[in-house]
């Protein structure tokens, strides 16, 4: 339903670098993003996926606001974001929240728990004292940490505990959508699990939406909902978490399933082709995917292919020409 839309991405790029230099001649330019198009519907957890220098966090950056796209448009509960952005910063930073990859070194390491969270309580929030003091209660108390851990400082706690900090700092200013930019990769597996769970639980306690980016295939498929797949700053493929994981229809998504450790299976990395992706400052014509798929073919190597190439009506589509026929074993 319409209703249920909460943000709508159309085309959007993110360029770094290019132009000219002093003397006119043309400087290198990376796409990190390329024509990527979304839908986030309200209180899901889109998962976004793929392996590392694939534009997932670039994409994550530009979502929350923290970077403007060099094309395209993100609407926001049917606004623009840049110009809501512009603006109102306070406003688009009250309602898009962002939870950094490593825990530690995302707080400020010479002010307190308190002091960090009351941050944006004061400035987004303009709570007084009294109400500060009761929301700090409910924020530790939703990250499953002790009251007396408020006048610690960020090098006294775990990993762990210094995530679920950040959690509850991204939580305080009572947001829309929580960017969740690798949360979990720096932890130990047991306690990915504690803060999962933790999420889990803020997800349905205040009626969040996630924008989950993850390399880490088995965390994706335990949180999201839907999960949308990057190769080489593209969405390849797109679907509900268990369309994707169960029938992948981009070979991409087939590999990187086949690619993932698990008891009894040997991973595979790509047969004989190549392993790493594209130039970035050279890249290929055609599909980006091409000098490592096992379905390639002469109409690849030239063009493009849209995501709405393969689709089974449900919601699932995969950018390629000749997609996979096999259900993901």
């Known amino acids: 339903m319409a209703d249920d ?52 966090s670039t994409l994550a950056r530009v979502l929350s606001g923290l970077d403007n796209p060099t094309e395209g448009r993100i609407k926001f509960q049917g606004k623009d974001l840049i110009e809501e952005a512009r603006k109102n910063p306070r406003e688009l930073a009250r309602q898009v929240q ?50 007396e851990f408020l006048d610690r400082y960020p090098h006294e706690f775990s990993g762990g505990q210094a995530q679920r900090i950040g959690i509850a700092r991204a939580l305080a200013a009572r947001p829309e959508v929580i960017v969740l930019d690798e949360p979990v990769s720096a932890l130990d597996v ?27 295939l088995s965390v994706v498929e335990t949180i999201s909902d839907r999960v949308a797949v990057m190769y080489f700053g593209r969405i390849v493929e797109l679907g509900t978490r268990d369309k994707v994981f169960a029938e992948a229809r981009h070979p991409y998504t087939h590999l990187l399933l086949n690619s993932a450790p698990a008891p009894g299976r040997k991973a595979v990395s790509g047969g004989d082709r190549e392993a790493e992706l594209p130039d970035p400052y050279n890249p290929p014509p055609g599909c980006a ?5 096992q379905n390639a073919a002469d109409d690849c190597r030239n063009a493009v292919p849209s995501l709405s190439e393969t689709s089974d009506g449900a919601g699932h589509g995969a950018a390629c020409f000749h997609p996979m026929t096999k259900k993901t074993v």
């Open 5 to 56: 839309l909460l943000m709508e991405i159309n085309g959007v790029e993110r360029t770094f670098g290019g132009g000219k230099s002093l003397f006119g001649k043309p400087k290198p330019a990376v796409h990190a993003v390329q024509d990527v198009t979304l839908e986030v519907k309200k209180g899901e957890t889109l998962g976004i996926v793929g392996e590392s220098g694939c534009g997932k």
């Open 98 to 147: 962002y939870v950094f990859q490593d825990p530690v070194s995302s707080l400020n390491p010479r002010k307190k728990i308190r002091t960090i969270l009351e941050a944006p309580l004061i400035h987004l929030l303009g709570m007084k004292k009294a109400e500060r003091a009761e929301r700090l209660k409910t924020l530790m108390d939703a990250v499953n940490l002790a009251p």
């Open 190 to 216: 047991s306690v990915q699990a504690q803060v999962l769970n933790i999420l889990d639980n803020l997800k349905a306690r205040f009626g969040l939406t996630y924008l989950f980016i993850s390399h880490d």
């Open 289 to 293: 995917f091409f000098a490592r798929c």
